[in-house]
């Protein structure tokens, strides 16, 4: 039964991400459309996105980290 619960906690914890990992969404999806209005050609518009979505994959990486570690330390 201690099983079922973990599996059980492990995807509610999944399916709701960390309050950090919210807030860079938020914050990509309100940053990524002005990066298209700005004339600066498409190498800038590129580098500005990719920016944008390596905070999120690195911050995706830390949320997994964290979560790990926190299952580790139960």
């Known amino acids: ?19 950090a990992l919210a807030l860079w969404v938020v914050l990509a999806l309100a940053l990524i459309p002005p990066a298209f209005s700005m004339h600066i050609g498409a190498i800038g518009n590129a580098l500005m996105i990719a920016s944008i979505l390596l905070v999120l994959i690195f911050e995706l990486m830390n949320s997994a980290i964290e979560a790990i570690t926190d299952r580790v330390s139960l």
């Open 1 to 19: 039964m201690a099983t079922a619960d973990a599996s059980t906690t492990s995807v509610k914890r999944t399916a709701i991400p960390p309050k």
